[in-house]
């Protein structure tokens, strides 16, 4: 070019898109750089046939995280469930939808339970046979709470991976300690004067698990494909604990259409209420910073389970406590592009 | 089964498969073709998506055919086109509409250095088919007629192809050996073309040359005139021979001084040749504002910047040697100019008068049934004339008077011809859906990787002024066609095949798109709600 090239600032303000980058798929680049989900080839770990909701958040996330996992691992994994939605809808006996070995014991002890198959895996001379292990938010933040931390403690070498859906969904939509705050749920109906599910409970497991010091600890969404199976790949590449915790809309639980599911988790992340990163060995390595930062609204009214938010067109104040949060993340975590 | 159950077991194992869960569905989703904004606003009827699809592989041979499917000048309508396309394109909403006619351009120069022919057409129908006047019009009629397989001869009165391409538009816009490269490209594929050979009688020519049908795109080249009384030595041209002189051997004498009178395109071509001819002031004078000028504002620019300048809301009331009367006008409450009775005086070697053309409709004095409107041939929805078998377009038809409506005339004309020589039905012209913005999930888009963007700002920046400079190199072309949305139209980028909770879309391989397994498809909608260009629809089910 005869002229002067541009400094890289003036540059770097131009917005060029190039054509279906975020998509799962790109007929543009090579079959090997394509997404596992891109391909026929890809496992379908979790079939067809199931019963989970229209537009279930959860049963995408696992079918996505497994089938990458199991290329990961050349197809040598075992995963083990606790009780919730997904074992409920995948295995109502004697159907099943998982083509890969799969196991399911209690509510609480999928970790370890997990824990004992990455054992006999090593001692009967199969190291190559990886394990992962897998629940909901209840099976994971409440009632495996305990199991889990002590596998992460003794660094066992299982990945373990939440479907977190913010409540316990096939029993009715009850409260768990994953649900937010001002969230309808059976538990924390919209009645008195602060309806909805109360501000400062719960906790965000993601921490915990990094306050572990575990090899390896990320947050990925149905929302990033791309980000979420290169999450589950590099988690395959630790030996040792691992935790994922992927964030899986519940059309039936949040009162939202069936088709908005990938919509809500990517309103979760642009909004800040859903920070997307990764952790090695106790410290943030990489955080997924937001792309187009939306106001906490867009998310809240997609929402049934919000909706007493927005009554009589007065907003309420606790919109505002929600928007605090997530500005609270967006500073914590760095989620804007200084 | 012979194995025998365990304890309180009695139903075998097996999979979810089992369990058709389509039964859920209240809306199922339907892949669908919707019709690209950009297409949809291209007069020569481009199919854009489709064509840009191709480059964006890499594949500019396959992109060329595609293209030249509709239209066979790629090359000129990479310069002289006003891209209409690039006004309605879908990507505009989201930073700056897709630079379709740069990538044209690169094609159509792209296949004139490959030397990439147009082939021959398998089967001859035996039907001969004469065309008037070799300018876009006739040129494309010429060349849809041949791929359809009829004998097509061309008769142009002036000594080469091309009409206003190449007797009006100028050279800096559209350089002649590229109106050389496409036209012979067309007669190569056994299109027989005579120059100095003017029709002067329709009816004679038909029925000497055993005609069974013909296209008439004479154009209009008889410039307008405005009465000015001139005295004195006056110099007053018509921009129309000015520019047509430009073709000749010697350049025409305009002076140091020029003022043009008039506010289209062919204003600014005129002001801006003079220029080039070396006249140190070029001034346009127009009765009304620059809002109401009918040239393209970019043109606009590009005459200002090259120091052309302008006098608005005037008009000329005489001129006396060199000497002009300019009075001034205000817009009335329509718009229209209305005089107000102040004058000045303007001193100018040469007047050009830029005041429109009319059309020499001379040809068809002795054809019964021709009906005439504004001065231009009424043609029916199908391009006839009121003589059967007559066909009209371009210039001398009612249109918007562009190298690109004239290409789209030709084409039209070509499949109404065929269509009236093989005694079939008018081709039926049903068009898809727009592919609206608002059907569109621009979220997959994303910004290009840093190291492409230096690059492709410069050519952008190269691309603003079009026809001047120069073309897009493959890099940076490749780049631009990859901007494309491919708004209503499966680019198979694996979403609705990713995005299923259900495993119920089958991916059918490259080239084949997908289908719906409607076994298990439970008619959620995230495949639509997900599919970037808005190719899948959610229909209610029949229940
Ligand atoms: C100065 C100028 C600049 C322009 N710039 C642009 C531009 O940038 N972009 C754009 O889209 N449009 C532009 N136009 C308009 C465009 O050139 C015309 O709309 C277009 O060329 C019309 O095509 P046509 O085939 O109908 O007629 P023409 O191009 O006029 O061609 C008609 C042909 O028929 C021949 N002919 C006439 N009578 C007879 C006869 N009796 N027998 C045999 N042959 C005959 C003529 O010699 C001529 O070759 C411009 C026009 C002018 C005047
Ligand atoms: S983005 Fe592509 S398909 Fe859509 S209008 Fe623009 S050029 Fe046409
Ligand atoms: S989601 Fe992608 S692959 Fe599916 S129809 Fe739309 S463009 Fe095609």
């Known amino acids: ?62 079918r996505y995280a497994i089938d990458a996992a199991m290329r990961a691992a050349n197809n040598q994994l075992i995963a083990v469930n606790a009780t919730g939605c997904l074992e409920v809808f995948t295995t109502p006996y004697p159907e099943t939808s998982w083509q890969m070995p799969w196991l399911h014991s209690l509510f609480g002890n999928a970790a370890a339970v997990a824990t004992g198959v990455a054992a006999a895996m090593r001692v009967t001379g199969k190291p190559q046979v990886r394990t992962v292990a897998q629940g909901g938010d209840g099976g994971t933040t409440d009632i495996g709470f305990g199991c889990l931390s002590g596998m992460f403690e003794r660094n066992d070498d299982v990945l373990y991976i939440c479907y977190d859906n913010e409540g316990y ?43 572990h010091d575990i090899p390896y ?109 997530a500005d609270r993340n967006i500073a914590d975590y760095g989620l804007v592009e200084a | 089964m012979a194995v025998k159950h365990p304890y309180a077991i009695t139903l075998d194992v097996g999979t979810s498969r089992v369990n058709h869960t389509g ?46 499917a509709n239209n066979p000048l790629p090359a000129i309508m990479g310069r002289v086109c006003y891209h209409p396309c690039e006004g309605a394109c879908n990507r505009a909403q989201i930073d700056e509409a897709v630079g379709i006619n740069a990538v044209e351009r690169f094609l159509g120069d792209l ?51 091309g009409g206003m391409m190449r007797f009006g538009i100028p050279k800096y816009r559209l350089p002649r050996r590229i109106i050389d490269a496409e036209v012979a490209r067309i007669t190569a594929m056994g299109v ?37 009384p001139a005295a004195g030595a006056a110099k007053v041209l018509d921009a129309v021979s000015l520019l047509r002189s430009m073709e000749g051997e010697e350049p025409p004498l305009l002076g140091r001084k020029v003022v043009v009178y008039g506010g289209g395109n062919t204003a600014l071509d005129v002001a801006r040749t003079a220029k080039r001819l070396g006249a140190e002031e070029a001034i346009i004078v127009y009765r009304r504002t620059r809002e109401k000028m009918p040239a393209h504002d970019f043109e606009l620019e590009e005459a200002l910047d090259e120091g052309i300048s302008m006098k608005w809301l005037s008009t000329i009331k005489n001129v006396d040697g060199g000497v002009m009367q300019i009075e001034k006008m205000k817009l009335d409450d329509k718009g229209f100019p209305q005089p107000t009775g102040e004058y000045e005086t303007l001193e100018a070697d040469s007047l ?76 039926s012209t049903e068009k898809h859906g727009l592919a609206s913005f608002d059907r569109l999930n621009t979220w997959y888009y994303e910004d290009a990787p840093a190291t492409v963007r230096p690059m492709i700002t410069a050519a952008r920046r190269i691309n603003t002024f079009d026809e ?36 119920a879309v089958i991916k059918l391989g490259p080239g084949n798109r997908f289908r719906i397994d409607y076994d298990y498809c439970k008619g959620c909608g995230l495949c639509a709600a997900e599919c970037p260009c808005g190719a899948i629809d959610m229909v209610p089910e029949q229940l």
């Open chain 2, 23 to 68: 039964s859920w569905r209240t809306l199922r989703p339907e892949y669908v073709d919707r019709l690209p904004p950009c297409n949809a606003a291209c007069p020569a009827g481009e199919d854009i998506q489709g064509w840009l699809s191709h480059a964006e592989a890499g594949d500019y041979e396959q992109a060329f055919r595609a293209l030249t």
């Open chain 1, 1 to 62: 070019m005869s002229e002067a090239p541009r400094s890289m600032e003036t540059v770097q303000k131009l917005k060029f898109y190039q054509k279906g980058t975020h998509t799962v798929g790109n007929r543009l680049i090579s079959e090997a750089e394509r997404n596992v989900q891109a391909s026929i080839e890809r496992s379908n770990s979790l079939t067809c046939g199931h019963r989970a909701c229209q537009g279930c958040g959860e049963a995408l996330g696992a």
């Open chain 2, 352 to 427: 050009v008068l830029a005041l429109g053309q009319d059309v020499d409709l001379s040809l068809l004095d002795k054809c019964p049934g021709i009906e005439i409107e504004n001065g231009v041939v009424k043609v029916a929805p199908n391009m006839m004339t009121g003589r059967q078998g007559v066909f009209a377009g371009g210039d001398m038809a009612p249109s918007e008077r562009t190298v690109t409506v004239a290409v789209g005339h030709g084409k039209k004309a070509a499949r109404h011809i065929d269509a009236y020589l093989r005694g079939a039905d008018t081709p």
């Open chain 2, 468 to 503: 001047v400079v120069g073309g897009l190199d493959e890099t940076n072309a490749l780049y631009e066609a990859r901007r494309c949305l491919s708004c209503g139209n499966c680019f198979e980028c694996d979403n609705c095949y990713g995005v299923c909770p259900d495993n």
């Open chain 2, 192 to 228: 027989t073309l005579t120059l100095n050979d003017k029709v002067d009688d329709i009816e004679k020519a038909m029925t000497a040359g055993g005609f069974d049908a013909a296209f008439l795109a004479v154009g209009a080249h008889i410039a307008k005139h405005a009465y000015i």
């Open chain 2, 111 to 161: 296949a004139i250095e490959k030397g990439w022919g147009f082939a021959a057409p398998d089967k001859d129908t035996g039907k001969k088919v004469l065309v008037v006047g070799a300018g876009p019009a006739g040129l494309s009629a010429a060349y849809h007629l041949r791929r359809l397989g009829h004998a097509v001869t061309i008769r142009e009165a002036g000594p080469l192809a």
């Open chain 1, 169 to 211: 969904m096939n029993t009715g939509v009850q409260r768990s300690s994953a649900t937010p705050p001002a969230a309808r749920t059976a538990t924390t109906p919209t009645l008195g004067t602060e309806p909805g599910n109360v501000f400062g409970t719960g906790k965000f497991v993601p921490k915990i698990a990094v306050a």
């Open chain 1, 217 to 325: 600890v990320a947050t990925a969404s149905v929302a990033d494909l791309h980000d979420l199976e290169a999450k589950v790949t590099r988690a395959m590449s630790f030996q040792g604990a691992r935790y994922i915790h992927i964030n899986v809309p519940c059309p039936l639980g949040w009162g939202a259409s069936s088709g908005d599911t990938i919509k809500l988790a990517r309103l979760a992340i642009e909004t800040g209420l859903f920070p997307v990163f990764e952790a090695e060995h106790g410290r943030i390595t990489q955080v997924r910073k937001i792309r187009k930062r939306a106001p906490v609204t867009d998310y809240l009214k997609l929402q049934k389970r919000y909706a007493h938010l927005f009554k009589g067109g007065v907003p309420d104040p606790r919109v505002a406590r929600i928007q605090a949060m």
